[in-house]
């Protein structure tokens, strides 16, 4: 399978202050198709997770454009402009390139 | 709007089978897959399967293989998951999620295992 692994595993961060989650893969998540299979989702506290990014940059439907996926390849980072409190929770990379997908372990973002 | 409701709560005993229903509303079945993910208790997301609501194809993750089978019925538009053989370390909540990049997510459902 392929490994997802997240850093740092928890944040903590002023309001207004921007935030930066990394997420690196055992193996390349580029596809022969020229599309890069990896997503973000929240899961805010007590809530099921929701979509934030797929395919490395593209902003779910509603999702605040304060929300930045970049990367290629193994290499990913979710950024956040400038945290709000609406914001905490955990946050989760998923790769969907090999048919068997895995989550990283999660970041846990807290508000200061 | 889509929605995917989920069945009730399940307290099942080690040795049981349980078997979790999804209905899915606001959108064609068969034109997305259903994913289901599970999620210990204080624990991370696990992505257990996916199956083609359009020909009922599967993928299984490897750890569950054997132990678990989604399936389909277009006529309701409702997924399940059974889970066989349970375990004390099945207890989790369980969710399905539309498409295989899950872009919509049901609340849950929780599964206890317990003698």
């Known amino acids: 399978d392929i490994v997802m692994t997240q850093t740092p595993l928890s944040l903590s961060v002023t309001p207004g202050q921007p935030a930066s989650i990394s997420c690196k893969s055992s193996q390349t998540l580029l596809h022969s198709d020229g599309k890069t299979y990896l997503y973000w989702y929240l899961q805010k506290p007590g809530q099921s997770p929701q979509l934030l990014i797929y395919?490395?940059?593209s902003r779910f439907s509603g999702v605040p454009d304060r929300f930045t996926g970049s990367g290629s390849g193994t290499d990913f980072t979710l950024k956040i402009s400038r945290v709000e409190a609406e914001d905490v929770g955990v946050y989760y990379c998923?790769?969907?390139?090999?048919?068997?997908?895995?989550f990283g372990q999660g970041t846990k973002l807290e508000i200061k | 709007q889509v929605q995917l409701v989920q069945s009730g709560a399940e307290v099942k005993k080690p040795g049981a089978s349980v078997k979790v229903s999804c209905k899915a509303s606001g959108y064609t079945f068969t034109s997305y897959g259903i994913t289901w993910v599970r999620q210990a208790p204080g624990q991370g997301l696990e992505w257990m399967g996916w199956i083609s609501s359009y020909n009922g194809d599967t993928n299984y993750a490897q750890k569950l293989q054997g132990r678990v089978t989604m399936t389909t019925d277009t006529s309701t538009s409702t997924a399940y998951m059974e889970l066989r053989s349970l375990r004390s370390d099945d207890t989790a909540v369980y969710y399905c999620a539309r498409g295989s990049y899950m872009d919509v997510w049901g609340k849950g459902t929780t599964v206890t295992v317990s003698s």
């Open positions: 998923m790769q969907g390139i090999h048919l068997l997908y895995t």
């Open positions: 395919e490395v940059s």
